[in-house]
């Protein structure tokens, strides 16, 4: 096992919540978004704000590398603890808690990170969403180039800031996503290296982390704990190997360490498993389908683009079969609550005329319109349980 060489985040006791609790993103306090502008503050790239206090944490640090692993929630850590030892004892240590900004769930949280910006300013605001203007729902982890990645995400990413400040920027993850709709809207500005496996994306991190003299900044991503947790849930088999697979990369990240380096670790969300009893399906009751043109979002979190004059109708319909399954707010509520933080005109109607937030252990599936395998999947994210909310920050210098 190894063990944290030098603590260096600042180690605050987590306050304790029911991993059901509801819990609002913390932009431009304790979020993701704040993670890679704080890590430019420490490399001196001039306008970096800092609210995470890294600059003071890691003095003489001039390279940072950044994992994020996909599906790692604070609330998942205990559970992984028992074949991920250096995982826990890097978050007893040297970790502290962030939100994911909302919705929790991978393309919003990916193009967060990259661009330091809550999700309503850069506009990937869900798993899928609508086109507006169009019938089409575009699923941003199958995107390519249409809609233009630059158009459809405009703001600036953190790597580009970092690039143009002579900071050399690498970014490494799987092959099959470089050049993606995706890869481009969260982390355009970096030099993209392959790597499949925790080996492979242990040594290529770690070698573009002491390539250079310089600054230095490198951004990995590994997916397959939150991929098993899908498919079989959280804390089964598949996901205790996962678990396990994403230590021996903890490990030899830190093991690997430049002196004048630092690791970051965080995650896009947590998971939770739903059970098959706390599962609606809109395809199958005619009252959900009443009223509605498009359906997107995801199982916990529903996009409802309704026919003109609909809404009343559909949010009454929605909460008298939903219940306490659920809230069900119109696209003004949930825009004013601030969950995706200020978000710009241009931006505002891929939000659903109406959003269904699932409480507690429920969600919506759509059996039809949807891939079947979607409506088979054992856990989901997605909502603002924390649960899914609440992620980790472990930092360590070399």
Same mark, same amino acid.
């Given at each position: 096992?190894?063990?944290?060489?030098?603590?260096?985040?600042?180690?605050?006791?987590?306050?304790?919540?029911?991993?059901?609790?509801?819990?609002?993103?913390?932009?431009?306090?304790?979020?993701?978004?704040?993670?890679?502008?704080?890590?430019?503050?420490?490399?001196?790239?001039?306008?970096?704000?800092?609210?995470?206090?890294?600059?003071?944490?890691?003095?003489?640090?001039?390279?940072?590398?950044?994992?994020?692993?996909?599906?790692?929630?604070?609330?998942?850590?205990?559970?992984?603890?028992?074949?991920?030892?250096?995982?826990?004892?890097?978050?007893?240590?040297?970790?502290?808690?962030?939100?994911?900004?909302?919705?929790?769930?991978?393309?919003?949280?990916?193009?967060?990170?990259?661009?330091?910006?809550?999700?309503?300013?850069?506009?990937?605001?869900?798993?899928?969403?609508?086109?507006?203007?169009?019938?089409?729902?575009?699923?941003?982890?199958?995107?390519?180039?249409?809609?233009?990645?630059?158009?459809?995400?405009?703001?600036?990413?953190?790597?580009?800031?970092?690039?143009?400040?002579?900071?050399?920027?690498?970014?490494?993850?799987?092959?099959?996503?470089?050049?993606?709709?995706?890869?481009?809207?969260?982390?355009? @500005?970096? +030099?993209?290296?392959?790597?499949?496996?925790?080996? &492979?994306?242990?040594? $290529?991190? #770690? *070698?573009? =982390?002491?390539? /250079?003299?310089?600054?230095?900044?490198?951004?990995?991503?590994?997916?397959?704990?939150?991929?098993?947790?899908?498919?079989? @849930?959280? +804390?089964?088999?598949?996901?205790?190997?996962?678990? &396990?697979?994403?230590? $021996?990369? #903890? *490990?030899? =990240?830190?093991? /690997?360490?430049?002196?004048?380096?630092?690791?970051?670790?965080?995650?896009?969300?947590?998971?939770?498993?739903?059970?098959? @009893?706390?599962?609606?399906?809109?395809?199958?009751?005619?009252?959900?389908?009443?009223?509605?043109?498009?359906?997107?979002?995801?199982?916990?979190?529903?996009?409802?683009?309704?026919?003109?004059?609909?809404?009343?109708?559909?949010?009454?319909?929605?909460?008298?079969?939903?219940?306490?399954?659920?809230?069900?707010?119109?696209?003004?509520?949930?825009?004013?609550?601030?969950?995706?933080?200020?978000?710009?005109?241009?931006?505002?109607?891929?939000?659903?005329?109406?959003?269904?937030?699932?409480?507690?252990?429920?969600?919506?599936?759509?059996?039809?319109?949807?891939?079947?395998?979607?409506?088979?999947?054992?856990?989901?994210?997605?909502?603002?349980?924390?649960?899914?909310?609440?992620?980790?920050?472990?930092?360590?210098?070399?």
């Amino acid at each position: 096992m190894a063990g944290p060489r030098r603590p260096a985040a600042p180690v605050r006791p987590p306050p304790v919540t029911d991993p059901l609790e509801i819990v609002g993103p913390r932009y431009g306090d304790a979020s993701l978004a704040d993670v890679l502008p704080a890590a430019l503050a420490v490399l001196d790239v001039p306008g970096a704000a800092d609210p995470l206090g890294l600059r003071a944490a890691l003095p003489g640090v001039r390279r940072i590398a950044v994992l994020l692993v996909d599906g790692l929630g604070w609330h998942q850590i205990p559970t992984a603890a028992p074949y991920a030892p250096t995982l826990a004892g890097l978050a007893a240590t040297a970790g502290r808690q962030l939100t994911s900004g909302f919705p929790s769930t991978t393309p919003t949280s990916l193009v967060t990170l990259g661009t330091g910006a809550a999700p309503g300013a850069h506009g990937v605001l869900g798993f899928t969403v609508r086109v507006p203007g169009t019938d089409r729902v575009l699923n941003h982890i199958e995107w390519a180039a249409d809609p233009a990645p630059l158009r459809w995400q405009p703001v600036r990413t953190q790597l580009e800031r970092a690039r143009a400040a002579g900071v050399a920027v690498t970014v490494v993850s799987r092959p099959e996503f470089g050049g993606s709709g995706l890869t481009l809207a969260a982390n355009r @500005g970096g +030099d993209y290296r392959g790597a499949s496996g925790v080996d &492979a994306l242990a040594e $290529r991190m #770690l *070698a573009a =982390l002491a390539a /250079g003299a310089g600054p230095t900044l490198v951004s990995g991503y590994h997916p397959d704990l939150d991929r098993h947790g899908h498919l079989t @849930g959280v +804390d089964s088999a598949p996901w205790r190997i996962a678990a &396990a697979e994403v230590d $021996r990369l #903890l *490990a030899r =990240l830190v093991d /690997g360490l430049p002196p004048d380096a630092a690791l970051l670790v965080t995650a896009d969300h947590g998971q939770l498993d739903i059970p098959a @009893g706390h599962r609606f399906d809109l395809d199958t009751d005619p009252r959900l389908r009443a009223g509605l043109e498009v359906v997107a979002g995801e199982p916990r979190v529903r996009y409802l683009h309704v026919t003109p004059g609909a809404v009343d109708d559909v949010v009454a319909a929605w909460s008298a079969v939903l219940g306490d399954a659920a809230r069900v707010r119109t696209r003004d509520e949930v825009v004013a609550a601030g969950w995706f933080g200020p978000v710009a005109e241009e931006h505002l109607l891929r939000i659903g005329d109406v959003v269904v937030i699932c409480n507690a252990t429920y969600a919506v599936t759509a059996s039809r319109s949807e891939p079947p395998a979607v409506s088979r999947l054992v856990a989901y994210h997605g909502a603002d349980t924390a649960a899914e909310m609440t992620i980790p920050l472990l930092v360590v210098r070399g």
